[in-house]
């Protein structure tokens, strides 16, 4: 299980790579002028991707849950080095709620643009990167909450010592590895206990995933409605548009809802209940992996000027004059 991740893993970085670059072209050659600013939340959720990716590569990371306890360790060149290894696992997770965060923005970029036109000033200028703040915000804290309360530790490593080395061949006293543990193991001079600051960053992570998700519920079906409402007084190819945006992004939502929220919330959320996935786990990783590949690849084949574009159904000059005209903003 852990070589058929591992190479899901580096099928999913060469199909990002591959296909984030495909569509940061499409962005920029044969985007309609309609996109607007809604062309760079499109480039900067690419380049998260790729930035997804190359973490990921660089750490490799491999899941297991054993008891009330769940451990990310990385199996990637920099294992043995901790002060980068342990820090780069944290980046890792962090960048999971960076994707997430980015998401929901789209979907508040497309309820402002369809229900609020008259707050499109939001976006205006350089006020368009002061709305990439909370996403910026939400990577930095979720990075510092998996790296500060579940860094390695002597309880971790003797906890994770067994299964690390029978299943992965890791060493928990050498590797770098992060590991949310609920309850602390008994000892000779303890009972087995909660661990608060764990049960915490679970709520924080939790919460983060829960406000990202209902923002992303709340803002599509506000903007379907209203889609449905003013077709009529959209243009064909202003309503042609905003279609083809909103099923990329509804399509776009299923995606992470099989791939990172659902795997993701239950290996955090079951071991609390006792529920332990052992090496099972590790089946988060190859989901996780394989999403900044798929990802783009929807946007590629649901637009049609970028579908039309790859399978060579419109011209060069056609390219040319829809990046030359001048952008207007999508309604």
């Known amino acids: 299980m852990e070589k058929l991740v591992e190479y899901l893993q580096y099928t999913g970085f060469v199909g990002s790579l591959l296909m984030n670059s495909v569509l940061l072209f499409l962005l920029y050659y044969r985007a309609n002028p309609k996109f607007g600013r809604y062309r760079i939340l499109m480039i900067v959720f690419s380049l998260s991707a790729l930035w997804y990716s ?37 980046i890792y997770c962090g960048s999971f709620g960076l994707c997430i965060s980015l998401l929901a923005l789209h979907f508040f970029y497309r309820y402002i643009a369809v229900c609020k036109s008259e707050k499109m000033y939001y976006f205006d200028g350089n006020r368009i990167y002061i709305t990439f703040l909370p996403c910026v915000v939400v990577f930095i804290a979720w990075s510092l909450t998996t790296y500060y309360p579940m860094a390695p530790d002597e309880m971790r ?107 993701v ?43 039309n574009f790859i399978f060579c159904k419109s011209t060069l000059g056609a390219s040319i004059a829809s990046h030359s005209a001048p952008p207007s903003k999508l309604v």
């Not at 661990?195 to 992303?216: E, H, K, R, Y």
């Open 54 to 90: 190359i973490i990921e590569v660089l750490t490799l990371p491999v899941m297991f849950s054993k008891g009330r306890s769940l451990c990310v360790c990385s199996n990637g060149p920099l294992r043995l080095y901790r002060p980068i290894g342990v820090p780069l696992t944290g």
């Open 157 to 263: 490593e003797r906890h994770y010592h067994d299964v690390l080395m029978e299943h992965f061949n890791t060493n928990s006293h050498e590797s770098s590895f992060l590991a949310m543990m609920f309850k602390a193991p008994a000892t000779d001079t303890q009972p087995e206990h909660w661990i608060p600051t764990q049960l915490l960053a679970c709520a924080f992570m939790s919460s983060i995933m829960g406000t990202c998700f209902s923002v992303i519920v709340y803002c599509g079906l506000k903007s379907f409605q209203q889609m449905k409402n003013c077709a009529s007084q959209m243009s064909t190819r202003t309503r042609e548009l905003n279609r083809q945006l909103f099923t990329t992004l509804a399509v776009q939502t299923v995606l992470p809802v099989v791939t990172m929220y659902l795997p």
């Open 265 to 307: 919330g239950l290996i955090m959320i079951l071991p609390i209940f006792g529920v332990e996935l052992g090496v099972a786990a590790n089946k988060t990783a190859a989901f996780l992996g394989l999403y900044p590949a798929l990802d783009p690849l929807i946007a590629i084949l649901m637009i049609r000027d970028f579908r």
